[in-house]
C-alpha cells in the first residue's frame, strides 16, 4: 500500500506534463521533452544533407530562403531556422523541430510564385509550431510501438536512423513512412494560412498552388502529402478558410510586410 501512492503521483505527474494544446486550441498528448525533438530534427537534417546534394544554385537557394525567412520572421521567439534548397525532382518540402526547413528543387516547377511555395513552407512550419512530429512519437510510445525511438538520438544503425526519419514525417524517401494523420494535415493547412497571411503573402494562391499540384499529379496527393486528402478535397478547405486569413494579409500589407523575393 506505502507504494501505490508515489506511483499513482508519479503517473499523475506524468499526465499533467504530457498535456498540451495546439495552436489551434486542440488537446494534445506530449510525452518527448522538446530538446530531444529538436536534437532529433537536427541528427535527421545532417543525414538528408549526407544523402541528398544540396542545389548550387545561389539564385534559387536566396530565393527559397527569402520566402521562408518572411514566415520565420513572425513567429514567436528566438529560434535561428535554417534552410536549404536540396537538388531533388520531387515536389517535396519538409520542416523539423529544431528550426530546419528542407525544399526540393522539384517544388519551384510546381509553386510558381513565392505565395504558392509560402503555401507549402508555411504549412510544414505549421507541423512544427503545432508539435505534430512529437504528439505522433508520443502516441506511438504510449502504445509500445515507438519504443526504440527513445534511444534514436543516441543510435547509428541504419534502420534506428530511419526510425527518426520516418517520426519526423521525411521517412518517405528511405522507404518507410509515417504520415502525417488527416488531423494534423488539415491543422497545419489552416496555420500554415495564417503565417503565410503574416508573412505577406497573398492566401489566394493557395488555391492556385493546389490547382497546379492536381495538374501535375492528378487528383492524388503529391509525395509529401501521399496518404492525404484528395487536391479537390483540400482546395475546398483552403477556399473555405480564405474569409478569415484574408484580414491577416490586409494587415500585413498594411504595415508594410511585402515580400519581394522573386
Given at each position: 500500500?506505502?507504494?501505490?501512492?508515489?506511483?499513482?503521483?508519479?503517473?499523475?505527474?506524468?499526465?499533467?506534463?504530457?498535456?498540451?494544446?495546439?495552436p489551434?486550441?486542440?488537446?494534445?498528448?506530449?510525452?518527448?521533452?522538446?530538446?530531444?525533438?529538436?536534437?532529433?530534427?537536427?541528427?535527421?537534417?545532417?543525414?538528408?544533407?549526407?544523402?541528398?546534394?544540396?542545389s548550387?544554385?545561389?539564385?534559387?537557394?536566396?530565393?527559397?530562403?527569402?520566402?521562408?525567412?518572411?514566415?520565420?520572421?513572425t513567429?514567436?521567439?528566438?529560434?535561428?531556422?535554417?534552410?536549404?534548397l536540396?537538388?531533388?525532382?520531387?515536389?517535396?518540402?519538409?520542416?523539423?523541430p529544431?528550426?530546419?526547413?528542407?525544399?526540393?528543387?522539384g517544388?519551384?516547377?510546381?509553386?510558381?510564385?513565392q505565395?504558392?511555395?509560402?503555401?507549402?513552407?508555411?504549412?510544414?512550419?505549421?507541423?512544427?509550431?503545432?508539435?505534430?512530429?512529437?504528439e505522433?512519437?508520443?502516441?506511438?510510445?504510449?502504445?509500445?510501438?515507438?519504443?526504440?525511438?527513445l534511444?534514436?538520438?543516441?543510435?547509428?544503425?541504419?534502420?534506428?536512423?530511419?526510425?527518426?526519419?520516418?517520426?519526423?514525417?521525411?521517412?518517405?524517401?528511405?522507404?518507410v513512412?509515417?504520415?502525417?494523420?488527416?488531423k494534423?494535415?488539415?491543422?497545419?493547412?489552416?496555420?500554415?494560412?495564417?503565417?503565410?497571411?503574416?508573412?505577406?503573402?497573398?492566401?489566394?494562391?493557395?488555391?492556385?498552388?493546389?490547382?497546379?499540384?492536381?495538374?501535375?499529379?492528378?487528383?492524388?496527393?503529391?509525395?509529401?502529402?501521399?496518404?492525404?486528402?484528395?487536391?479537390?478535397?483540400?482546395?475546398?478547405?483552403?477556399?473555405?478558410?480564405?474569409?478569415?486569413?484574408?484580414?491577416?494579409?490586409n494587415?500585413?500589407?498594411?504595415a508594410?510586410?511585402?515580400?519581394?523575393?522573386?
Amino acid at each position: 500500500m506505502t507504494m501505490k501512492k508515489p506511483l499513482i503521483m508519479l503517473c499523475a505527474g506524468v499526465a499533467l506534463a504530457a498535456c498540451a494544446t495546439s495552436p489551434l486550441g486542440r488537446n494534445q498528448f506530449l510525452l518527448m521533452p522538446a530538446d530531444q525533438m529538436d536534437e532529433m530534427g537536427a541528427t535527421a537534417y545532417a543525414q538528408m544533407k549526407q544523402e541528398t546534394p544540396v542545389s548550387s544554385s545561389q539564385q534559387q537557394t536566396a530565393y527559397v530562403r527569402c520566402v521562408a525567412t518572411a514566415i520565420t520572421s513572425t513567429l514567436d521567439g528566438s529560434q535561428q531556422w535554417e534552410v536549404n534548397l536540396f537538388q531533388d525532382n520531387s515536389a517535396n518540402a519538409f520542416a523539423l523541430p529544431g528550426g530546419k526547413i528542407g525544399v526540393n528543387t522539384g517544388l519551384l516547377k510546381v509553386a510558381t510564385n513565392q505565395s504558392q511555395l509560402a503555401t507549402v513552407i508555411g504549412h510544414e512550419i505549421g507541423h512544427v509550431q503545432a508539435q505534430h512530429s512529437n504528439e505522433r512519437m508520443s502516441l506511438e510510445y504510449a502504445t509500445q510501438n515507438g519504443l526504440q525511438l527513445l534511444g534514436a538520438v543516441a543510435g547509428e544503425d541504419s534502420a534506428t536512423k530511419q526510425g527518426i526519419m520516418a517520426a519526423l514525417g521525411v521517412g518517405a524517401q528511405y522507404g518507410v513512412a509515417l504520415p502525417f494523420s488527416r488531423k494534423h494535415e488539415a491543422e497545419a493547412d489552416i496555420i500554415g494560412l495564417q503565417l503565410m497571411a503574416q508573412a505577406g503573402f497573398d492566401p489566394r494562391e493557395s488555391v492556385n498552388l493546389w490547382q497546379n499540384m492536381a495538374a501535375a499529379n492528378g487528383d492524388g496527393p503529391p509525395e509529401f502529402m501521399s496518404t492525404h486528402p484528395s487536391n479537390a478535397t483540400r482546395i475546398g478547405g483552403l477556399q473555405a478558410r480564405l474569409p478569415e486569413v484574408m484580414p491577416l494579409y490586409n494587415q500585413a500589407k498594411a504595415a508594410g510586410r511585402k515580400p519581394s523575393c522573386g
